[in-house]
């Protein structure tokens, strides 16, 4: 893991160059499929070169200094410190803990690099602000810790120096344990033969010719040398100089970088736009009449229609005169012939959800006019929501509306057929002219029978009482006329009122139809819609991050 990485996750925020190449990745997410495919090339090619270049940790470097007991590593560190930081001895181990100076505000990479023994070089840092160097534990220690400690460290610092003793350069147990296995870093690793106060100036050279071989048996060729002495203060400017180098590459590369962030964020900026992605919603009227048009592509009025029809018959039979109300059976259900008369899901299924309704319905395919209206309203909608936005993403939004245009008819359909239509509660006033209507056909045929009685009486001259009156009138044929009239006066006041259930109905069904439409259209037409919208806000705060400098 980079420093910077580390630093992210310690903090919950990045440093300035991290942050904005992590919204330039987002931006490139955001956009991909909808911008200029070369631009986008372009910035993930600039991301690719900066994964290697976050392990810098923003304007940080941190340069390792290791060594075994004995050989002046921590007397260095001091030296470059300018203070006496670390401690300094020959006893095994002398530097049992890491310990860190910093020239400028290090305490984020510090805490994250796990360092407490921590120290602020004072005064103006110049050249090396942003300096971070680190005096590791002995590499000759016997505490496992220790060699935890180095290996742990050694794999984010920038920079490692392993500092060497004259006496003990050639000793095969550094190089065996210690040296070769960092082979793999060579790229970011120097040598310091330190102590060189203590070697005769004319055997200089020759021991570090002996030390090159050395390396390069190691794997290590090529690995910058340097010669020092802590005590007299004999090419410690020289090493400072080379970590002042290393400091002002590590500001000039994260110059570069920031500006080409800036640069390929403006460009993505300018081809994305700047609209409010507020501006871009959907309006009320604008859905009401998408809903409405693909209500009508998937027969919703014809239904409706049906649902009406399919009442007044259903009324008919049960509130008619029975006499004649039979006939309404011969009548076929407009329902059934659609194969909406059954309640959502029963039978074969199960639940109203659209979009597990199993059952299909028998409407016709909608014609080309309402197809064309249902095709208009969904570009309208496109329209509306691209208008504000830059070219590329008006186009990116308007194949989303259309990018489950497959589905679009068979998820209507389902819809309509998993609408719960009300047909099958029957109102209590049905039961109660039912029950009134079978009254009525009770009185008539008793007074019929009644009748019917007494003039086969009258034709076989057998002598009986007169039949009762009322107000002047024999009650039988009060019966025959109050079952007649009656029930036929019922059956015409409940087929005007079953007039007025069934529109109620046909209402209430349309209600039901246009919400199970609405949640086709939300899913099928806007919520694509809306994510290329969302995806366009994601891609304007990313940029306006990644472009900030």
């Known amino acids: ?102 020239w400028g505000e290090a305490d984020e990479v510090l805490a994250w690099l796990e360092v407490p023994q921590r120290h602020q070089v004072g005064g103006d ?70 102590h060189v106060d203590e070697v005769p100036p004319e055997r200089r050279r020759d021991l570090d010719r002996d030390l090159a071989r050395l390396l390069d048996a190691d794997g290590l060729t090529g690995v910058p040398r340097l010669q020092t002495s802590a005590l007299t203060g004999e090419g410690v400017d020289h090493l400072r100089d080379v ?21 390929v964020a403006a460009r993505m900026a300018e081809a994305n736009g700047s609209a409010d992605a507020r501006s871009a919603e959907i309006g009320k009227a604008h859905r009401t009449e998408l809903v409405g048009a693909l209500a009508e592509s998937a027969g919703v009025p014809t239904v409706v229609r049906a649902v009406e029809r399919s009442m007044v018959r259903r009324g008919s039979m049960r509130t008619g005169w029975p006499v004649l109300a039979w006939r309404a059976r011969l009548r ?120 019917g009685l007494l003039a086969l009486v009258d034709f076989v001259a057998i002598p009986i009482p007169d039949p009762p009156e009322t107000e002047g009138i024999p009650v039988p044929t009060l019966l025959l006329v109050v079952g007649l009239a009656g029930g036929w ?14 529109r109620a109905r046909g209402r209430k069904a349309r209600r039901r139809l246009e919400e199970s439409v609405a949640e086709v259209a939300d899913r099928l037409v806007l919520a694509p819609i809306g994510a290329e919208v969302e995806a366009y806000a994601r891609a304007r705060r990313a940029l306006e991050v990644a472009a900030a400098r």
């Open 1 to 102: 893991m980079s420093i910077a990485a580390g630093v992210r996750r310690l903090t919950g925020r990045g440093p300035e160059l991290p942050a904005r190449l992590d919204a330039l990745r987002e931006a490139v997410e955001a956009t991909e499929g909808r911008l200029d495919p070369d631009l986008l090339a372009r910035a993930g090619s600039l991301l690719e070169r900066a994964e290697g270049r976050l392990a810098l940790a923003g304007d940080h470097t941190v340069v390792a200094l290791a060594g075994a007991t004995g050989s002046g590593k921590s007397s260095l560190f001091n030296a470059l410190a300018g203070s006496t930081l670390s401690q300094v001895g020959v006893r095994r181990p002398t530097t049992s803990s890491t310990t860190a100076a910093a």
């Open 125 to 194: 840092p110049g050249r090396l602000g942003g300096l971070v160097l680190l005096d590791l534990p002995d590499h000759d220690s016997t505490e496992v810790a220790h060699h935890v400690e180095v290996d742990r460290l050694v794999e984010v610092v920038d920079l490692l120096v392993f500092v060497l003793d004259p006496q003990k350069y050639a000793d095969a147990a550094i190089h065996h344990r210690y040296l070769a296995p960092l082979s793999t870093h060579r790229d970011v690793m120097m040598v310091v033969l330190n």
């Open 243 to 263: 970590l002042a180098e290393r400091v002002a590459a590590t500001r000039a590369a994260a110059a570069r970088l920031s500006a080409d962030v800036s640069a």
């Open 332 to 451: 076929p259900d407009p329902l059934r012939r659609l194969h909406l008369d059954r309640l959502p899901g029963r039978g074969s299924g199960s639940g109203s959800d659209v979009d597990r309704a199993p059952d299909r319905t028998s409407l016709p395919a909608a014609g080309r006019v309402e197809r064309a209206r249902a095709e208009t309203a969904v570009r309208r909608v496109a329209d509306v929501v691209g208008e504000p936005l830059a070219p590329a993403w008006q186009r990116s939004v308007r194949r989303a509306s259309l990018s489950r245009a497959d589905d679009l008819e068979d998820a209507l359909d389902r819809a309509v057929a998993g609408t719960d239509l009300g047909v099958d509660r029957v109102p209590l006033w049905w039961r109660l002219a039912r029950l009134l209507q079978l009254v009525l056909v009770v009185a008539l045929l008793a007074g019929a029978v009644w009748l």
């Open 489 to 502: 006066a019922l059956a015409v006041l409940s087929r005007v009122v079953n007039g007025w259930v069934a």
